[in-house]
Every structure is written in structure tokens, then in C-alpha cells.
């Protein structure tokens, strides 16, 4: 492979330890809450992302899921960068248990 040449390197994600998007992202409103998930049954050479989307309680936490929905790795690290920029922040939480 010579220097320069096209789509030489273009795997690399600089500065990611993860392979995939994964946690809680929380929108600046703390109404709403996207929980990215690895879809354990895609294959290695087409890994698939779910994005859960919640309803978030007065305290920023999950309430009732509004919806689901699964996108390709590549379009699921698009969504999770645009999301940050737009002012989501990253949230360490829990499913809450079911009664």
C-alpha cells in the first residue's frame, strides 16, 4: 500500500476507546433521553445500534419509552456526535425496575 493512496488508515477513530456509541444521552430541555445500545445479534461486519428514546421525569431520568429505532454503526456515531453538539450530555443512569 503506498503513501497517500485512497483509504489508506480511514478505520482509525481517534480518541474513541469504544467501538460503539453506548450510554445515556440527556437533551438540554432534561425532557427527553436516548439510551444507545449495540444490538448483540449484528454481525461484526454490520454492526447495528438501537437508539431508545424516552421520556424523561423531573429528576432526568427514563419514564416511558416514546420509541426504537436501529441504525448502522457509522450513522448511530453521526447521531451521537450531532446530539452532543446540540447540547445533550452524557448521563450515567439506569433502567429503572419494573413493578
Known amino acids: 500500500m503506498a503513501l497517500g493512496g ?6 482509525f477513530s481517534y480518541g474513541y476507546c469504544n467501538d460503539s456509541p453506548s450510554g445515556w444521552l440527556l ?12 444490538n448483540k445479534k449484528s454481525s461484526k461486519n454490520n454492526i447495528r445500534i438501537f437508539a431508545y428514546t424516552y421520556y424523561a421525569n423531573d429528576l432526568g431520568e427514563p ?12 450513522d448511530a456515531w453521526d447521531k451521537w456526535h450531532d446530539l452532543q453538539l446540540d447540547g445533550w ?9 419494573s413493578r
Open 6 to 11: 485512497a483509504n489508506v488508515w480511514t478505520n
Open 27 to 38: 437533551n438540554p430541555q432534561r425532557s427527553r433521553l436516548i439510551l444507545f445500545a449495540r
Open 63 to 74: 419514564s416511558t419509552i416514546k420509541s426504537v429505532s436501529q441504525m448502522p454503526l457509522d
Open 89 to 97: 450530555t452524557f448521563e450515567e443512569l439506569e433502567l429503572p425496575e
